[in-house]
């Protein structure tokens, strides 16, 4: 597998993620230009590397903490940032990743990822485990049509790093968590191909601390 130095530093902000699969994906060499998306350093389709897209406001932080790449924000009132990986499209499959969080406090949410149809969006098409402080923890999706279904998770520490897998098909998608099935959704089940992203933000009142999203290098793999 080709390497990559994703530790170089732009002028603003650089950061970088590899994504290992049975194909190997890999984001990197990305700088922010302000306010909205970035701009992609480059891409090499022959190696399947992928540009990342972040929508952010003016107190939305994203860097490499080894071995996470992290997204924060401070903790004041609507406030938020996310990134979305736009070079490659994900459709029916199998897929692993590795996450966790801090501060999943009220006046917070946060997306572990893993899948949105239309960034910033989610009601157009989304597989994701997210919070928020009225729902807390979900396993969340919506379809094309503008359906959803969310099904509660209690029973998992999201601050410690978990293994998430997903399995998608035209009739269902399930969520398992470190090998356990938490959920399976048959209705709002998304038919069209989407990308991975992640992201964290606030309420319209001031949290007490800043939420964060951890998404670790080299674990999201498309098993099948």
Known sequence: MRTVDFRTVFALICASIIITSLTTYTISKIYMTGEGYVEKSWISPADHYLPLAFRVNSQGLIYYDPPY?????H????????W??????????????RAKCENNVSNTYIYLGIFERHHGWYNEGIIAVRFDDATKWQFYTSNEAGETEATTINDVDFTVENIFKIDWTASFVSLYVNGTLK???TTAVPQEAMQLFAEVGTGSSPPSCEPKCFFKEGSFREIS
């Open 69 to 73: 790449f992290v997204i924060r924000v």
């Open 84 to 97: 979305l990986a736009f070079g490659e499209i994900f459709d029916f499959g199998i897929y692993e990743w």
């Open 75 to 82: 903790n004041e009132s609507d406030q938020w940032i996310s």
């Open 183 to 185: 959920a399976t959704h």
